[in-house]
């Protein structure tokens, strides 16, 4: 054994890659008193967290290394990684390729960095394919490896990695590493899932196929209710009272995005196919999202006409959900493109988001208030549900807009109250209240015609 320092109560922890999985993780740790060392290869990104400054949004994250940054090191050389620390984390992306597999470069070039030490553990917390442990195994016998995945929800990361459902420890058996990782993690509860490293990598994958499906379910249910005249947030909360199905993801929307959803899926069927397994279900899963992502259009066209040329949408929220300014897979990408296909003119706002959507959503104007986005719109869409559009002062966005029509994207508002203020209001697999005939006469918005549905 050499000196490498790490068989202390609180061993130093290395992250590789200081991207969002990699900055939560280093955070959390110094918080919970590790020595962090974060290997990053942009220098410009590690001159700015040396500062104590975040490039992205994460509730709770600035103030942690704030307090920490004195336990942590931002560098790009791997070799003080090596010297300072045993236990690495891996938290470089893998995004998807053009055949659907993940892009295993980023994994690969750490692999070959690190080396072959038997002083070193490499944990991988990066979303990779069944099989990559085993092959990285074959490659480096002496290197001890650990699948951990992360269960981390952008906006709550900070308090799920301390307070987890539980924790996935793939490891081979006897294998050092296994017992460290799982001694880091034993002072925050949760469940220890003790594993091999096969089965540890499917946990992640099919956790994340898994809530997919669930929320493709229930917009599949959204869509059938709409049609039969049922309510979905009726429907989701009888079936979430049974404990066998559990009320969380049966919100019904217009379709799941991020980083890891989309691009888990795909991994994961796209693994199945490898192997000579026809991953049916995760196919309905994949189209039903991208559907439903395009579904506001045809809500748009039923009250403002087949054409959309000319009128002005108006977006509320870009992120792919709230309390993120990731816009990665957003359905607000989709949206505005064939929203901007139809002849719209597409304004749009999100609290933090704006500055990222910028880039991605070339034409659409994007404004810094809600009002300033709806000035004149012939319809506002819910696309994220930040709350603060719940708050929004009904009164005051209909003497804004040009049309009174509220597609809510997300069921975030009352539809009952939106028509009574004088909307047409049209969730997701929500009866429709209000109609534009009577919407626009403010004076005509009695409580007797809420309820009124424009079909
Ligand atoms: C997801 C998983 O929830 C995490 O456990 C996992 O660690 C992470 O991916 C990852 O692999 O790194 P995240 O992408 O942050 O986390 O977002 P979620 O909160 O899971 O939401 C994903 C999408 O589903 C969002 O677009 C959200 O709007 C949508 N959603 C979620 C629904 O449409 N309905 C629901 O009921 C729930």
Redesign the pocket.
């Known amino acids: 054994m050499s000196n490498v320092p790490g068989n202390s109560e609180k061993p130093p922890i290395g992250v590789i890659g200081a991207g969002w ?1 990699g900055l939560v993780t280093a955070c959390c740790f110094a918080e919970l008193g590790h020595e962090v060392v974060v290997r990053e290869i942009v220098q410009e990104k590690v001159d700015v967290l040396s500062r104590g400054e975040l490039i992205m949004h994460e509730p709770g994250l600035p103030e942690l290394l704030k307090k920490n940054i004195d336990h942590m090191t931002f560098t790009t050389d791997m070799g003080e990684v090596l010297d300072r620390t045993r236990l690495m984390f891996v938290c470089v992306d893998t995004p998807p390729t053009y055949s659907g597999d993940a892009d295993l470069s980023r994994v690969q070039q750490v692999v070959r960095e690190v080396g072959d030490s038997n002083d070193h553990a490499l944990i991988m917390k990066s ?1 990779v394919p069944v099989g990559t442990g085993a092959a990285i195994r074959r490659d480096k016998h002496d290197l001890a490896y650990v699948s951990c995945p ?6 709550t990361a900070v308090d799920d990695f301390m307070r987890p459902d539980r924790v996935v420890v793939g490891a081979d058996a006897g294998d050092w590493a296994g017992d460290a990782v799982e001694a880091l993690y034993r002072p925050l509860g949760g469940e220890m899932v003790r594993t091999d490293i096969a089965s540890a990598e499917m946990i ?1 994958l099919a ?2 196929a898994f ?2 499906t ?2 493709s379910f ?1 917009n599949e249910i959204a869509n059938v209710s709409e049609e039969v005249g049922a309510d979905v947030t009726e429907v989701a909360r009888g079936m979430g009272l049974d404990t066998r199905i559990g009320p ?6 217009i ?7 989309p691009k ?1 899926v795909t991994a994961l069927k796209q693994l199945a196919g490898n192997s000579g397994y026809h991953f049916q279900l995760l196919n309905a899963v994949i189209e039903v999202n991208e559907l439903q992502k395009r579904r506001v259009i045809g809500k748009l066209k039923k009250h403002l006409g087949d054409s959309l040329v000319g009128k002005k949408i108006a977006l509320l929220g870009l992120s ?2 709230p309390n ?1 300014d990731d816009m990665r897979e957003a ?1 607000s990408l989709v949206l505005s493109a064939r929203l901007r296909g139809e002849g719209a003119i597409v304004s749009a706002f999100d609290p933090v988001a704006a500055e990222r959507a910028s880039e991605l959503l070339p034409g659409v104007e994007i404004e810094n208030s809600p009002l300033a986005a709806l000035e004149g719109a012939d319809a506002a869409v819910i696309v994220t549900e930040w709350p603060e559009f719940a708050e929004i002062d009904l009164a005051q966005l209909h003497a804004t807009m040009r049309t009174p029509l509220i597609i809510d994207g997300r069921n975030l508002l009352d539809g009952n109250a939106v028509a009574a203020a004088g909307f047409a209001y049209e969730g997701v697999g929500r009866p429709s209240v209000g109609s534009l005939d009577t919407a626009t006469d403010n004076s005509s918005q009695a409580p007797a015609a809420l309820g009124a549905t424009t079909e």
């Open positions: 999985v979303t992360e269960f981390l929800k952008e906006g992640k956790s994340n809530l997919a669930k929320i229930i969380k993801f049966l919100q019904a929307g379709g799941y995005g991020g980083s890891c959803f888990d792919f959900k993120t359905s």
